[in-house]
Structure formats: C-alpha cells, structure tokens
C-alpha cells in the first residue's frame, strides 16, 4: 500500500517499507500469527463475523499487502496440495 506521509511507515522512518500496522514501535515487522489474530479479533468484534469467517477475510486482507501476501500464498499452496 503506498504511505503518503513519513508517519504511516513504521517508526515514522520513510526507508521503512512496512506501515505502523504492520510493525511495532521499532518499525520492525510484526510476526505474521500476530497480524493475523489482529485481523481477526477485529473482524468477530466490529463486523460481528464468527471465526471462520474472520479468518478468511483476515487471510483475503493480507494477501493484497506486501508483508504478507508471499506467506499467504504459501499457505494456499499447501492447502491446495492436502
């Protein structure tokens, strides 16, 4: 996702290519299993989704995102090859 301003990179660090959500206060990015539950306890708290669905749209968020979409399509290949 493109940062329009040096305070939406992580540690406000404008060579940092992650975003503030996607990193702790160090900038350094968080671990995946971290975002992810994020994601989800979001979702089943705001738009009132039960787990499964959480998960899905938590996994369809990360998949448009730089950090994480390389690890999300790993994830499908590994459930497509089960």
């Not at 992650?18 to 971290?34: Q, V």
């Not at 708290?45 to 730089?66: F, G, I, S, V, Y």
Request: net charge positive.
């Amino acid at each position: 996702m493109p940062m329009e301003t040096n305070e939406q990179h992580g540690a406000q660090n404008p060579n940092n290519p992650y975003c503030i959500h996607c990193t702790d206060m160090n900038g350094k990015l968080l671990p995946f299993e971290k975002k992810f539950e994020g994601l989800v306890k979001t979702a089943m708290d705001t738009r009132w989704m039960n787990r499964e669905q959480a998960e899905k749209n938590a996994l369809k968020q990360m998949a448009e995102l730089p950090a994480w979409r390389d690890r999300v399509a790993q994830m499908k290949q590994g459930a497509s090859a089960a």
